[in-house]
């Protein structure tokens, strides 16, 4: 399956925005998904993940109550809602495929996108 992630931009402290990833080749559905993240100069992290239905999410602490992940099966999408961004969520984020369970650890992933942009001044 082929990943694409979009969405990502330059935006201030407080503002939303959401990211999507787009997925071709194969269905999504076959898939549980993760949102990760990579600042500058430090590792991937994980962010939110879906399992394929989408009734089951899971998130890292610091994105509680802040972000959503959320999934369009019949669209192949998968997307991020994060809303009051900070300066710190400033990353590439990237959205990747699993056909395991959601799992936090990227070495679990199959397939990734190629990343999206988003930084957040102050």
């Known amino acids: 399956v082929q990943l694409q992630a979009f969405g990502g931009g330059l935006v201030q402290a407080g503002d939303s925005l959401r990211l999507s990833c787009a997925a071709s080749?194969?269905?999504?559905?076959?898939?549980?998904m993760g949102w990760f993240r990579q600042a500058a100069g430090k590792g991937r992290e994980f962010v939110a993940g879906?399992?394929?239905?989408?009734?089951?999410?899971s998130y890292v602490d610091f994105v509680k109550g802040r972000f959503t992940i959320s999934r369009d099966n019949a669209k192949n999408t998968v997307y991020l809602q994060m809303n009051s961004l900070k300066p710190e969520d400033t990353a590439v984020y990237y959205c990747?495929?699993?056909?395991?369970?959601?799992?936090?650890?990227?070495?679990?992933?199959?397939?990734w996108g190629q990343g999206t942009q988003v930084t957040v001044s102050s």
């Open positions: 080749g194969r269905t999504l559905s076959n898939y549980a």
């Open positions: 879906i399992n394929r239905s989408g009734g089951r999410t």
């Open positions: 990747a495929a699993t056909m395991l369970g959601v799992t936090s650890t990227s070495i679990g992933y199959n397939y």
